[in-house]
């Protein structure tokens, strides 16, 4: 049987034409038999992409080939093609959403102004030295938040990336700049970026999870500072570090412990809600429990 494998990476560059790179990506990909998705802009590339291994580290080898994607750093996971519905390489604005691409600066060494980046050791290091005067700040979307983050962290009410930017004017975080503040999200990009929009509000020590959540529980798995499962974007919905991770979430209609999202039954509303294995196979439990948004 043929070995499978997911990669997530990122790349922050100038990108001087990006849709010959949109071009080029579909091209490759369509070669290989992978599927997932890939963003590109004039700041770089995002992309999360599965298939044959052999076929992954083909891509992986020829996408590095780019002068400004030489020294990504590719997260890999279990998983294949399979876990996508298709192929999706698109040109957008920013390559991660926060609808502020004229505040966010890029040259070829990355993002100008950033966060400084601490790898999972040295992350330890700072929680050491400083105790609990060091603030984790998830910069995920808040629904991912309940099946896994950082103890103690502050989650944002964000129900998109593109709320962070009025959640930080807010002013309701302004009691944590003058603190050491670690941003951190799923594989890096996220709290890179916003680590450079908290730097540029007045926060005075802001740290970014190199290599993210993922990069963290590949070193500690679950005997670090992370609790729970990690929510990703495919039809996974969640991984773990290990086999003997807390469950976090709890089921929206009895309870019970889970970190299983499920779209709701009613077809006018498929919010996602974290369901049981009991309550998630009927589509009369498998609905929201105070009543459908939409």
């Given at each position: 049987?043929?070995?499978?494998?997911?990669?997530?990476?990122?790349?922050?560059?100038?990108?001087?034409?990006?849709?010959?790179?949109?071009?080029?990506?579909?091209?490759?990909?369509?070669k290989l038999g992978l599927t997932g998705r890939i963003l590109i802009s004039s700041d770089g590339i995002n992309a999360t992409i599965g298939g044959g291994l052999n076929a992954v580290k083909q891509y992986v080898k020829t996408t590095r080939e780019?002068?400004?994607?030489?020294?990504?750093?590719?997260?890999?996971?279990?998983g294949s093609a399979a876990d996508f519905p298709r192929l999706s390489v698109k040109v957008r604005d920013e390559i991660v959403s926060f609808g502020a691409p004229g505040e966010l600066k890029v040259d070829e060494n990355g993002v100008v102004g950033g966060g400084a980046p601490l790898d999972p050791a040295a992350l330890h290091q700072l929680v050491a030295e400083?105790?609990?005067?060091?603030?984790?700040?998830?910069?995920?979307?808040?629904?991912e938040t309940q099946i896994g983050k950082f103890r103690n962290a502050v989650v944002p009410d964000v129900a998109t990336?593109?709320?962070?930017?009025?959640?930080?004017?807010?002013?309701?975080?302004?009691?944590?700049k003058n603190r050491p503040v670690v941003t951190y999200c799923t594989g890096g990009i996220r709290c890179e970026v916003l680590s450079s929009l908290m730097l540029n509000r007045g926060f005075e020590e802001v740290y970014q999870l190199d290599g993210g959540i993922v990069r963290y529980g590949e070193t500690y798995k679950d005997e670090g500072l992370w609790e729970g499962s990690l929510y990703v974007f495919d039809r996974r919905m969640h991984v773990e570090f290990s086999d003997h991770a807390k469950t976090?979430?709890?089921?929206?209609?009895?309870?019970?412990?889970?970190?299983?999202?499920?779209?709701?039954?009613?077809q006018a509303c498929r919010n996602l809600q974290l369901f049981c294995t009991g309550c998630a196979?009927?589509?009369?439990?498998?609905?929201?429990?105070?009543?459908?948004?939409t």
């Open positions: 049987m043929a070995l499978h494998r997911i990669v997530l990476f990122y790349g922050f560059t100038p990108v001087a034409d990006p849709d010959a790179v949109r071009l080029w990506q579909r091209a490759l990909c369509e780019y002068k400004g994607f030489h020294d990504i750093d590719v997260k890999w996971s279990d400083r105790g609990d005067d060091v603030v984790f700040f998830d910069g995920r979307n808040a629904f990336t593109r709320d962070f930017v009025a959640e930080l004017d807010s002013g309701k975080y302004d009691d944590l976090l979430g709890e089921c929206v209609r009895c309870q019970a412990p889970t970190s299983k999202f499920e779209n709701c039954s009613n196979e009927t589509s009369a439990a498998r609905t929201c429990p105070d009543g459908c948004s």
